[in-house]
């Protein structure tokens, strides 16, 4: 016998989380105890195809990330997951510690060590053109199409000889509504993946980078001077991943304008609108 816990209602809950497709709903049961169900609003098979990736999340074996354990499948436009206590990143940087947010960070830089050592030396070119111009297509043509993603656009296309020839698994939307953080034990919850034009953790460290360098996270428009310090500090993580890696910033730059043009259609709201401008404009400066 389930019965709904509504701790923050159904939409609310799933917006805190930056759920803009989906709902959650927190329950119970005799079986299961307490779980989280994720409900798609009208489309069903997105909300499977981020299904899928979850359960191939579970099969990789990360460490120092905790990914909910799947408790009932895809059915009817629903799956069900193990409920995990936890804040939003953005969230938990507005009351963590400088010590409590590198610890984080070193989580962070975990994933991005086993993400990349299971990935393999490939050319992805061909499908970041064609995503490209796929994006050509559906939203820089469009009259409304802020000028500042015109020329992002234009500058990630002049750049594309640049893109980083790493194809493997990535989370798909690693974003700090997608990075939840257990305040009582530190440890890193993985949540609501996505599928991508293709794949790379080049995503997810583009992704990652547009929040902690640019501010694009739900409470990063109205950050408190706290915030914005434990930001910096997993931004600066980025920059010691990229050197490491043997990257440059030029490449993360390509996509996390990748992220931006990808975010753009589900922008909601003149103020998120012009950050999403704003880190236009510094990734457009980055590339030129």
């Known amino acids: ?35 989280v169900q994720k409900l798609s609003f009208e489309n069903p098979d997105r909300l499977n195809k981020q299904f ?33 206590q936890g804040l939003p990143l953005g969230e938990y940087l507005e009351v963590a510690s400088h010590v409590e947010v590198t610890s984080v960070a070193e989580m962070m830089e975990s994933y991005f060590d086993q993400t990349f050592n299971m990935s393999r030396p490939t050319s992805i070119k061909a499908k970041f053109t064609a995503k490209l ?9 469009k009259q409304d199409c802020p000028s500042e993603l015109v020329e992002l656009h234009s500058q ?36 609501d993946f996505l599928d991508s034009p293709f794949e790379s953790p080049m995503i997810d460290i583009g992704r990652f980078w547009l929040d902690a360098r640019f501010g694009w996270w739900g409470s990063g428009m109205y950050a408190s001077a706290n915030a914005q310090l434990n930001a910096e500090l997993l931004a600066s993580m980025v920059v010691a991943q990229i050197k490491k890696l043997n990257l440059s910033v030029r490449e993360v730059a390509i996509f996390t304008g990748l992220a931006i043009l990808r975010i753009y259609p589900y922008t909601k709201g003149p103020v998120r609108l012009a950050f999403l401008k704003n880190a236009s404009y510094e990734i457009v400066r980055l590339l030129k």
């Open 133 to 141: 111009e796929l994006l050509a297509q559906t939203l820089i043509s």
């Open 156 to 191: 990630i296309i002049k750049n594309v000889n640049f893109c980083s020839d790493i194809e493997g698994w990535n989370h798909g939307d690693l974003s700090f509504e997608n990075i939840m953080v257990n305040g009582q034990t530190g440890n890193i919850i993985l949540l």
């Open 1 to 35: 016998m389930k019965s709904s816990v509504n701790e923050y209602g159904d939409t609310d809950f799933g917006l805190r989380l930056g759920q803009s497709q989906s709902r959650i709903q927190i329950i119970e049961s005799e079986l299961h105890g307490k779980t």
């Open 52 to 84: 899928k990736k979850h359960v191939e999340a579970l099969s990789l074996g990360l460490k120092n990330i905790s990914i909910p354990r799947i408790v009932e499948g895809f059915d009817n436009g629903a799956y069900q997951m193990e409920y995990i």
